[in-house]
């Protein structure tokens, strides 16, 4: 049996840590600012030289990217990301570049980054504690999955186990169609582990379609 959690954002893989600096630049020198400050803080093979001190700074789980003026690095650990920023920030002030620096940690109740530093507002904690209260917050909601048949148990075992993983109740209801069987499953608990729920319910649907795929292709 497959491990649903394997293909959530609950698996340990999971960059569950976020920087994001703003860059305070002319859009002039946006292009090249990046290129210089990326290439620094991850050296190519070919310059192994420029500023290898520094790069090393950067933790190597650390995953870098940018959009824009925007800056960002993904991190398993707030360790690991304080270690990235620190280097970042080396880099920013030795160029003279002002920039914007939020930490966010993602919420998988709320499915969102949630930002951690700096400390939110007043008005902006009041609105945060009011989404975690309707998150939390039972409902009952009815998903559905097609599967082929020879593997259906499996599947439906794989979902039950992922609901009592989760803390979440779920009852299995069957329609059977054709060569496939619709599951219904339905699930009662916080609308967070619901979400939760769903997004490993789609994963191991399409991961069973690959696989089924897979063997029906196969000239054994």
């Known amino acids: 049996m497959r491990d649903v959690s ?20 002319e859009p002039e020198a946006l292009a090249g600012t990046l290129r210089s400050l990326l290439a620094r803080l991850r050296p190519s093979p070919r310059e192994p030289d420029v500023l290898g001190e520094l790069a090393s700074a950067v933790p190597a789980d650390a995953v870098l990217t940018h959009d824009g003026r925007l800056l960002f690095v993904y991190a398993n650990t707030l360790e690991t990301l304080r270690a990235a920023r620190a280097a970042i920030e080396g880099v920013l002030r030795r160029d003279g570049v002002s920039a914007a620096v939020a930490v966010a940690h993602w919420e998988q109740e ?5 930002q951690v530093e ?7 904690r009041a609105a945060l504690a009011g989404r975690r209260r309707d998150a939390a917050e039972p409902e009952t909601r009815t998903l559905v999955a097609n599967v082929g048949r020879m593997v259906k148990d499996e599947f439906e075992q794989s979902m039950r186990s992922w609901a009592e993983r989760i803390g ?5 209801l069957e329609h ?3 060569l496939s069987s619709q599951v219904a499953f339905t699930v009662t608990g916080p609308k967070g582990l619901i979400d939760e729920f769903a997004r490993g319910l789609r994963a191991e649907e399409l991961a069973t379609i690959r696989t089924e795929t897979a063997v029906m292709g196969s000239p054994l």
Request: proline share 10%.
């Open 6 to 25: 394997a293909s959530t954002p609950e698996s340990g893989d999971e960059q569950d840590w976020r920087l994001k600096a703003e860059l305070q630049l």
């Open 110 to 114: 709320l499915d969102e980054w949630v």
């Open 118 to 124: 700096p400390p939110l507002g007043a008005e902006q």
């Open 168 to 172: 979440v109740e779920c009852e299995v």
């Open 176 to 178: 059977p169609h054709l």
